[in-house]
């Protein structure tokens, strides 16, 4: 197994695409974790689910894959894995679940080729925790990433003073920035994802008018998938079945 002792790392890229957050109770966490092989895999499968913006999504990852790296369609590794043994993989997938850190899912229909899907444990499922989101359609025009109440404790007045007028103002205000900075930070995961910066606008007008998850879930299948030339362009003929944008994404 490599180590960080076998060689000086080099230093981390910098936060720009390339990461995700993390909640603060984390590091409570990891501060009572004993075993080291489960600390790796339950970050392996943040990587792989979190790093994704899938949130509450399984992934099948297969003992092999935990040790080596996931793969491409094409056999490709996308990554090196966790550096663990089977044995160790094993013990600390079993010790994750057991511990509530990792939550499994089996499909058993074929005896002889088993599989088991895993995800972070959410203390609220997803679904019940966001506003839902509503079908789109090509003439609908005001759309957002979710459904947000600017301010639900405003109470009408016929005469609204200057300061509600102006609290109401910074309140919208910053709403508008919040889904803003959402859109670029989404748009800016599927351009990365994609190798397509070229097309940044475009990725911008389909996270406003869709779910970003879907998007990027879509965005990994094509790359998982490893034989797309120009993935930008599967990637915006995939949004025209939808009807979602109507702008193109380039060709370079």
């Avoid at 790093?51 to 040790?67: A, C, L, N, P, Q």
């Avoid at 079993?94 to 599989?115: C, F, P, S, T, Y």
């Avoid at 005469?159 to 609290?167: A, V, Y």
Wanted: aromatic share 8%.
């Amino acid at each position: 197994m490599n180590t960080l002792s076998d060689h000086m790392f080099e230093g981390f890229s910098k936060p720009e695409a390339n990461f995700f957050r993390l909640p603060n109770e984390r590091t409570d966490i990891t501060a009572k974790v004993t075993s080291l092989a489960e600390m790796k895999l339950v970050e392996y499968v943040l990587k792989h689910t979190w790093g994704y913006s899938e949130f509450d999504v399984v992934k099948k990852i297969t003992t092999d894959e935990f040790m080596y790296g996931r793969k491409k369609k094409s056999g490709e590794r996308v990554d090196i894995g966790t550096g663990l043994s089977n044995k160790s993989v094993i013990e600390g997938l079993n010790k994750a679940v057991a511990h509530g850190l990792l939550e499994v899912e089996i499909d058993d229909a074929d005896k002889a080729r088993i599989k088991k899907y895993y995800k972070l444990k959410m203390k609220t499922p997803i679904a019940e925790d966001e506003p839902e989101q509503t079908e789109l359609h090509a003439d609908v025009k005001k759309v957002h990433i979710g459904v947000k109440k600017v301010h639900s404790d405003y109470v009408t007045s016929s005469h609204r003073s200057e300061k509600d007028t102006k609290e109401r103002y910074i309140n919208v205000t910053k709403q508008n920035k919040k889904d803003t900075n959402e859109t670029d930070y989404f748009a800016g995961l599927l351009a990365e994802k994609l190798g397509d910066q070229k097309s940044l606008t475009y990725y911008k007008i389909a996270c406003q008018r869709s779910n970003p998850h879907m998007l990027l879930q879509k965005a990994s299948e094509i790359m998982a998938d490893g034989g797309a030339r120009n993935p930008g362009a599967v990637f915006a003929d995939w949004v025209k079945t939808r009807t979602f944008p109507t702008a193109q994404a380039s060709n370079p």
